[in-house]
């Protein structure tokens, strides 16, 4: 069964570039493409177009990612999307999985990679690159942890550290010898508990509220 791409970037190179990284993967097909958020939004209302994953850019004219982001949860809450940046601030990702990206990566990604953040989106797994990790989890390293007073039993705290390294929910039923519908019911009493909409989101917050390593 392919992953049907929808490719969002204002630059033609670049899109042609993506299409050039993915063709190696034979699952993969892109069938869309945006030069922007509003158009992107457009095509997506349309129900004939069935698409599994978007890869999109987050500084474009007209709509940028991140209002993208916030308006597809209206649209598509259960479209995974992954964003492709040039930026690897901090702010930019907090904010981009706060609306709901599934993943972030820099544009200096290799194919192999970009592979890899496509299958574990469309397999419900969030997936942030290395390069961008490392800041981001600084920047909370280096502030006054937040006060959330959340507790987490010991196997939620196993389940969300497992989510953390990229395992999706058949991995962590594997890893951890219970079944998916067990590890499902442990994610909405997670997302309840933390306050996320998805579980980059979820990922995120726990590393802030310092819940999990």
């Known amino acids: 069964m392919s992953i049907r791409l929808m490719l969002v970037d204002d630059h033609a190179v670049l899109r042609e570039g993506l299409r050039f990284m993915l063709r190696g993967e034979e ?54 999307v992954l964003v492709l940046s040039m930026y690897d601030d901090p702010g930019y990702v907090e904010e981009a999985i706060r609306r709901g990206a599934s993943g972030y ?60 390294h990229g395992m999706s929910t058949k991995q962590v039923a594997v890893e951890l010898e219970i079944s998916e519908s067990t590890v499902k019911t442990y994610l909405r009493n997670l997302f309840e508990k933390l306050g996320a909409e998805h579980r980059a989101h979820a990922v995120a917050l726990a590393i802030r509220y310092r819940v999990i390593e």
Request: charged share 30%; glycine share 6%.
């Open 27 to 80: 699952e993969f097909e892109v069938v869309a493409e945006a030069s922007d958020g509003a158009e992107a939004l457009e095509r997506l209302a349309d129900d004939a177009l069935e698409v599994d994953v978007v890869l999109m850019d987050v500084k474009m004219p007209n709509l940028d990612g991140l209002e993208t982001l916030k308006r597809l949860r209206d649209l598509k809450p259960d479209l995974p």
């Open 105 to 164: 990566l820099l544009k200096t990604v290799g194919a192999s990679e970009l592979a890899r953040a496509v299958r574990a989106a469309h397999e419900g797994a969030g997936y942030l690159q290395a390069e961008v990790t490392r800041p981001v989890l600084h920047r909370f390293a280096t502030t006054t942890p937040e006060q959330s007073g959340i507790q987490l039993s010991d196997r939620e705290r196993q389940v969300l550290q497992l989510i953390a």
